[in-house]
């Protein structure tokens, strides 16, 4: 009996002491316990998502919204304008300029108004899907920069 079979034996001894504590067994349940995590954590990735693209789809619709809200006010402008129009041929040419100028104003200043509040919900709303999902997937270090870094890149886009 050389050292070759001692080393054989303690091999086998030292397998099955680690059968008998179950150690194969815990593995397992450790990669079972990391698989269902990654699986979780990628449903709400994807629950995420989802919200996001609903979020998006409203606010796109809501700029829709607004930007026929604003073509209903050009035209009432329009219309308006066109009555001042039939009314300043009996008044002076300077009251005629004056509330022309007037209406139009009104028109720029409403356009103006509705796209900067659509721009606002967009940002608020990417800003808080962006930290939320950032939040959950990064440590606070590389949370700060990356947050700081999307929010200027996302300003320049919509500006």
Do not use: C, H
């Amino acid at each position: 009996m050389d050292a070759t079979f001692w080393a054989l034996i303690g091999l086998i001894i030292f397998l099955g002491i680690l059968a008998y504590v179950k150690v194969p067994a815990m593995m397992a349940g450790a990669l079972d316990k990391r698989a269902d995590q990654i699986r979780n954590e990628l449903e709400e990735a994807k629950k995420l998502r989802e919200e996001a693209q609903q979020l998006l789809a409203e606010y796109q619709r809501k700029r829709k919204e607004a930007e026929s809200e604003a073509e209903s006010i050009l035209s009432a402008a329009e219309r308006e304008a066109a009555v001042l129009r039939e009314e300043a041929k009996a008044k002076t040419e300077e009251y005629v300029s004056r509330r022309t100028a007037m209406a139009e104003q009104k028109i720029r200043q409403a356009e103006a108004d509705a796209i900067n509040e659509v721009r606002a919900s967009a940002v608020d709303l990417a800003i808080a899907a962006a930290e939320k999902l950032i939040s959950s997937k990064v440590d606070s270090n590389a949370s700060g920069e990356l947050f700081n870094a999307s929010l200027g890149e996302l300003k320049t886009r919509l500006n």
